[in-house]
C-alpha cells in the first residue's frame, strides 16, 4: 500500500569480533577493527541488536513452519496448511509477503514502514491511516469494528481495526488492518476475505489462526544494510556449522569443510581423531568459536574444543587457528595458522 513506502537506511556495523592470535596481529586487528565498530556504532539503526539470533537463511521465506522475514530481521509461525506466495508484478511497493489458506479464502499481505524518528503509533492515527488507504484504494466503508490490542511478548502490542468494506461492484468484505510499532519499524498485516466467508464456521477459524500467530512474532538479526551483511552472514553461518561438526566427533563431517588443497590434511585428521577417541559416552565434547577476524574474502579463526570426560572433575581444552577463504562463492579452511 502506498501508506507503507520503505526508506532506505545504511548500517556499517562490524558485528563482534574477539582475538587469539599472535600479538603483533592482534594490535593491530585491535585498532583496526575499533575504529570500524566505533564508526558502526554511530551508524546502527536503533533497532538492530547483536544479541538477536541470525536467521536460518539469507533469503525471506518458510523454515520449520514460521515466515521469516530477513531484511528486516522478523518471524513469525505460519498457520497449518497456509501457503507462503511468492510476490508478483501486482504487488504493493511496501509487500514482503502475502499468504493465503489452501482454498485462498483469506489473503494476508505483509508490509512494512521504517517511520525514523516519530512517536509510537496510536489507536487512533492507525484506524485513521488504514482507512484512507482503504478509500485510497477504492474500497467504502461500511463499518468499522471496535480497535483492539493484542500483546506480545516483546514487541509491544498490534493494533487491529476490523472493518466491513464494499468494493466498485458492491460486494462485501471483512477486512483486519493490524500495526505493530517497534523502533522505527511499522509492520503492517493486511487481511482480507468476503463477507460471506468470513460469517461462516471456516472464515472464523482463518480469522483466529492470524490472531494465534501474528503475538509470537520474535526477531532476528536482519540481513542487509539494517544488519549484517550477506558476506558476514554466510561466514557466521559457516562458523556455527563447523562448531557443530567438531561436536559430532564424526571425521568426514569434519572434512567437509577444508579446501580440496588443504596442507597437512593427514596430520589434521590424526589430530582431530586422537581429540575425540574413547567411548562417545564417556565424555562430553563442546566447540567454541574463540577469535575471528575478517578481511574481505579472507578470514582467520580459532576454535576452542572442550572435552570433558565423565569421570574426571577436569577438563580438556584443545584450540587450533585457521585461514578461511570464499572460493568459488563458497567459505573453506584453507591452512593452518598453528606452529605445530
Not at 492507525?126 to 493484542?150: C, G, M, P, R, Y
Not at 487481511?191 to 477459524?205: D, P
Request: negative net charge; contains cysteine; aromatic residues 12%.
Amino acid at each position: 500500500m502506498d501508506l507503507f513506502r520503505p526508506e532506505k537506511s545504511i548500517d556499517k556495523s562490524a558485528g563482534i569480533i574477539c582475538f587469539c592470535f599472535p600479538s603483533l596481529f592482534r594490535a593491530f586487528a585491535v585498532i583496526f577493527l575499533a575504529v570500524v565498530f566505533s564508526f558502526g556504532c554511530r551508524a546502527r539503526s536503533r533497532f538492530v541488536d547483536n544479541a538477536l539470533p541470525l536467521p536460518p537463511a539469507a533469503d525471506s521465506g518458510i523454515y520449520d513452519g514460521q515466515f521469516i522475514q530477513t531484511d528486516y530481521g522478523f518471524a513469525f509461525p505460519l498457520p497449518s496448511k497456509w501457503n507462503w506466495l511468492r510476490l508478483s508484478a501486482e504487488q504493493e511497493v511496501d509487500e514482503v509477503a502475502r499468504f493465503a489458506d489452501n482454498s485462498q479464502n483469506i489473503l494476508v499481505r505483509v508490509s512494512v514502514q521504517i517511520l525514523g524518528d516519530t512517536p509510537s503509533l496510536t489507536k487512533k492515527q492507525w484506524e485513521d491511516d488504514a482507512a484512507q488507504d482503504l478509500k485510497n484504494h477504492l474500497f467504502k466503508i461500511q463499518k468499522t469494528d471496535s480497535v483492539e490490542e493484542w500483546k506480545t511478548e516483546d514487541s509491544g502490542p498490534w493494533i487491529e481495526v476490523p472493518f466491513l468494506l464494499v468494493d466498485s461492484r458492491g460486494g462485501l468484505w471483512s477486512d483486519q488492518e493490524w500495526a505493530l510499532n517497534k523502533g522505527d519499524l511499522l509492520i503492517g498485516v493486511h487481511a482480507m476475505m468476503t463477507q460471506e466467508t468470513a460469517e461462516s464456521e471456516a472464515g472464523k477459524k482463518l480469522f483466529k489462526d492470524l490472531r494465534d500467530v501474528l503475538p509470537r512474532i520474535h526477531w532476528y538479526t536482519p540481513i542487509g544494510p539494517r544488519g549484517i551483511s550477506i558476506d558476514r552472514f554466510e561466514l557466521r553461518q559457516f562458523t556455527e556449522s563447523f562448531q557443530g561438526a567438531l561436536q559430532s566427533r564424526s571425521l568426514s563431517r569434519v572434512g567437509a569443510y577444508f579446501d580440496d588443497m588443504y596442507p597437512d590434511r593427514a596430520k589434521w585428521n590424526a589430530w582431530y581423531l586422537q581429540a575425540v577417541s574413547g567411548d562417545p559416552k564417556s565424555f562430553d565434547l563442546t566447540a567454541d568459536l574463540s577469535g575471528l577476524v575478517i578481511n574481505g574474502d579472507y578470514a582467520a579463526a580459532s576454535f576452542a574444543l572442550t572435552r570433558k570426560d565423565k569421570n574426571d572433575s577436569h577438563s580438556e581444552k584443545f584450540e587450533r587457528s585457521f585461514n578461511l577463504s570464499k572460493k568459488e562463492g563458497a567459505w573453506k579452511i584453507t591452512a593452518s595458522l598453528d606452529k605445530n
